[in-house]
C-alpha cells in the first residue's frame, strides 16, 4: 500500500508544537536560523508529527486488510522509526507499506514503512502489534500524583506531568492532517484520545529537563535519530478529558548512535507507553554531510 502525505505548512507545525507544549527552536518560524549551523533552512515538521500521521496511516491499512479478530488478541502496538532526514513545510512525500507477516509462536503482527520525499528516505522503521507491554526490569517511581511537576526523582528519572485535553489533541490531529472527526465527536458521544497524542509529550519532558539543566538550543541543537515506542492500546482507549499523564524520562547512556533516553508515560500509575528515545547532536549531522 502507498499514500500520498500532502505537504505540511508553517501553520500546520504551530498548530501542533502549541497543542503539545513543544518548544524546539526548530520548529519556530522566529528561532530556526538562530540555531547553530542549522543546515536545514527553514522550519522542519515536528518528529511526532509526521509520525502521528504515519501511525493513522497503518491504523487505515490494519483496517482494510488485517483480521479484527487477531487484532483484538494484540492490543499492544510498537513501533521502530529511524528518522533519516528532516521533512520541510512545502514537501510532499510518500508512505510505503508493506504486507503485514504474523509470528504465531512469538505472537508479533509486523509491517515495514517508508517515507520518501523522491528519491530519498525520510522516515523507516517498522510497525508491529503484540500482546503485552515490555517488563520494566527498571526501577519506576510510584504514587507520582503526590511528587511536582518538572521535578528529579530517584533512579535519575524527570517527572513532567501533563493532562489529557480533548480540545489540544483535536488540534495536535488537525497539524498532523488527520482529521479530528475520527477520533472527537460530541453528538454521538465519541471521545478516543489517538495513542500517539500522549506519547508526543516525550519532547515536552525532554525540553523541559534539558531547560532545567542549563541546556544552550540555540548553540548546541539536538534532533531526533531513532525511536522505539510500545503503547497498550486498551489502556490508551481508557484516556478522557483531564487525565492525569506522568511522562518519566533520563539518560540511559551515549555511543557512536546518540544518546539514549529512557521514557515512560503512566495514568496516575497505570502504564501507558514505554520508549527509547535517541538524540544525536546537530554538529555530527553537518560533519557528516560536509565528509559528503
Not at 548512535?257 to 495514568?267: E, K, S, T
Request: with cysteine; proline share 7%; net charge positive.
Amino acid at each position: 500500500m502507498t499514500a500520498e502525505l500532502p505537504p505540511f505548512s508553517q501553520l500546520h507545525i504551530d498548530v501542533a508544537r502549541f497543542a503539545t507544549d513543544d518548544f524546539n527552536p526548530f520548529h519556530d518560524p522566529g528561532k530556526w536560523h538562530r540555531l547553530r549551523d542549522n543546515p536545514f533552512g527553514s522550519p522542519i515538521v515536528l518528529g511526532f508529527q509526521t509520525a502521528t500521521w504515519l501511525a493513522e496511516q497503518v491504523e487505515l491499512y490494519r483496517r482494510e486488510h488485517d483480521d479484527p479478530g487477531l487484532l483484538a488478541q494484540l492490543p499492544v502496538c510498537h513501533w521502530q522509526l529511524n528518522f533519516a532526514a528532516a521533512v520541510k513545510p512545502g514537501q510532499s512525500c510518500r508512505l510505503t507499506i508493506r504486507p503485514g507477516r504474523y509470528d504465531g509462536t512469538k505472537g508479533v503482527l509486523g509491517n515495514r514503512v517508508l517515507l520518501k520525499h523522491g528519491r530519498h528516505p525520510v522516515l523507516l522503521g517498522q510497525h508491529g502489534r503484540c500482546r503485552q507491554l515490555a517488563e520494566d526490569g527498571e526501577d519506576v517511581p510510584s504514587a507520582l500524583a503526590a511528587r511536582s511537576d518538572r521535578s528529579e526523582l530517584e533512579g535519575g528519572w524527570f517527572l513532567k506531568r501533563k493532562f489529557m485535553m480533548t480540545a489540544n489533541a483535536k488540534n495536535f490531529l488537525l497539524g498532523c492532517q488527520v482529521p479530528p472527526q475520527r477520533y472527537f465527536d460530541e453528538l454521538e458521544e465519541r471521545v478516543r484520545f489517538p495513542y500517539m497524542f500522549p506519547v508526543s509529550y516525550i519532547s515536552c519532558a525532554l525540553l523541559e529537563r534539558a531547560r532545567c539543566r542549563g541546556h544552550d538550543f540555540e548553540a548546541e541543537p539536538m534532533v531526533y535519530a531513532r525511536h522505539e515506542i510500545q503503547v497498550h492500546l486498551r489502556v490508551a482507549e481508557t484516556l478522557r478529558s483531564n487525565a492525569r499523564l506522568h511522562i518519566l524520562v533520563r539518560p540511559e547512556r551515549e555511543d557512536d548512535a546518540g544518546q539514549h533516553f529512557q521514557c515512560r508515560g503512566l495514568i496516575d500509575d497505570t502504564p501507558l507507553f514505554r520508549a527509547n528515545i535517541v538524540l544525536v547532536p546537530l554538529a555530527r549531522i553537518v560533519a557528516a554531510l560536509q565528509r559528503g
